[in-house]
């Protein structure tokens, strides 16, 4: 069933930049640090990738890049490429393409999953270790309700109306 929200484009542009904030942010500081008897150790997302391919596991390190980095980018890029045209009155080229790259990727951004795997792991280890979670950490929190808003604020068929606006336009 269609449902109409008002002001889609708009709405959902001001998320994707401050999704896009959240991400840079979640990746760029620490997501948390281990303290054990003095001797303490914070790590970025991108470095625990490169940390478990070094340790024999590159399946779980390509498949941590892929749903929690790579895509994740790649759905915010492909969002900002099509909303910031649109919120300005233009079609931005390829709008049909992004629009099914964006339905075929959008299985894999799986943020809300690696928060839960992060937040199980350190019930987990509490007990062990002192944990001091890390500014991304909250990024990556925030930028999951971020992408769920995102996800129920995008109107897909406000971007196809324009897309079948301009092709009437140019063939009349």
């Known amino acids: 069933m269609y449902r109409h929200i008002p ?3 708009r709405r959902s542009l001001a998320l994707t930049l ?3 904030v959240l991400y840079l942010i979640a990746n ?8 054990l008897q003095g001797n303490g150790n914070a790590v970025t997302l991108l470095q625990a990738v490169h940390d478990l391919w070094k340790q024999d596991m590159p399946l779980v390190s390509s498949l ?12 915010l890029c492909l969002m900002l490429y099509l909303l910031l045209p ?25 943020v809300e999953v690696f928060m839960l795997g992060i937040l199980v792991s ?18 990556f929190g925030g930028l ?12 897909p068929r406000d971007v196809w109306t324009h897309l079948d606006l301009k092709q009437r336009r140019e063939g009349l």
């Open 7 to 9: 002001d889609s484009i």
């Open 18 to 20: 401050a999704a896009l």
């Open 28 to 35: 760029r500081f620490p997501i948390l640090g281990i303290n």
């Open 64 to 75: 941590t890049f892929i749903t929690a980095i790579f895509v994740p980018a790649l759905e």
């Open 86 to 110: 649109l919120y300005r009155g233009h079609l931005p080229p390829g709008t049909s393409q992004v629009m099914r790259l964006l339905q075929t990727i959008k299985p894999w951004g799986m």
């Open 122 to 139: 350190l019930v987990k280890l509490v007990q062990d270790f002192k944990i001091i979670p890390g500014v991304a950490l909250w990024s």
């Open 144 to 155: 999951t309700l971020l992408m769920a808003a995102l996800a129920s604020s995008f109107n």
